[in-house]
T-cell receptor, first 113, second 113 residues
Framework: AQSVAQPEDQVNVAEGNPLTVKCTYS??????LFWYVQYPNRGLQFLLK??????LVKGSYGFEAEFNKSQTSFHLKKPSALVSDSALYFC???????????FGAGTRLTVKP | EAQVTQNPRYLITVTGKKLTVTCSQN?????MSWYRQDPGLGLRQIYY???????DKGDVPEGYKVSRKEKRNFPLILESPSPNQTSLYFC????????????FGNGTRLTVT
């Protein structure tokens, strides 16, 4: 079965610095990879996805993610963090041929002024 | 506005008292799913539905029931709630394609005493 790991519970960065939120995955086939963000008292919102093609995908709010097949990773990145980026971030994967989406445990990003 | 609507947002109940959490989407999505979110565990899938009258168990289905009589609605039923079902619940929907991202409701915080 497919699975996702987010190795960091918490990531702290200073405003203006680059940020990276890590994700690794395990699937039996080709992965469909997603990042979601959750703000307080809200549901998850879709940020970006990787299906095929370029390993660097761009999404909402200036976020991008890099797919690395050999390392089975899909790290979320942003060149310059904002305080408003502080939230809970989830990586998720769908395995080809399976419709259920598996989520990581989440990483809390805190951006300090 | 395209949205997934869950009700109620907050619910406090007692052990054994049957309850239903409603979920409705207005995007004509075939796929709908229920998740529970617990600290450190991320989102775990309870049940999902690929279309009307088609439902299947997720990772943690014990103690829950669902039905999909109409495409837009996917209620979650707890016939005899127990304290270990205290959690934050999310309904989500998407098109059936594997690359279709999930759209989430704003969540239902359930407390069972």
């Amino acid at each position: 079965a497919q699975s996702v790991a987010q190795p960091e519970d918490q990531v702290n960065v200073a405003e203006g610095n680059p940020l990276t939120v890590k994700c690794t995955y395990s699937v039996s086939g080709n992965p469909y990879l997603f990042w979601y963000v959750q703000y307080p008292n809200r549901g998850l919102q879709f940020l970006l996805k990787y299906i095929t093609g370029d390993n660097l995908v761009k999404g909402s709010y200036g976020f991008e993610a890099e797919f690395n097949k050999s390392q089975t990773s899909f790290h979320l990145k942003k060149p310059s963090a904002l305080v408003s980026d502080s939230a809970l971030y989830f990586c998720a994967v769908r395995d080809w041929g399976k419709n259920d989406m598996r989520f990581g445990a989440g990483t809390r990003l805190t951006v300090k002024p | 506005e395209a949205q997934v609507t869950q009700n109620p947002r907050y619910l406090i109940t007692v052990t054994g008292k049957k309850l239903t959490v409603t979920c409705s989407q207005n995007m004509n999505h075939e796929y709908m799913s229920w998740y529970r979110q617990d600290p450190g565990l991320g989102l775990r899938q309870i049940y999902y539905s690929m279309n009307v009258e088609v439902t299947d168990k997720g990772d943690v289905p014990e103690g829950y029931k669902v039905s999909r009589k109409e495409k837009r609605n996917f209620p979650l039923i707890l016939e005899s709630p127990s304290p270990n079902q205290t959690s934050l619940y999310f309904c989500a929907s998407s098109f059936i394609q594997y690359d279709s991202p999930l759209h989430f409701g704003n969540g239902t915080r359930l407390t069972v005493t």
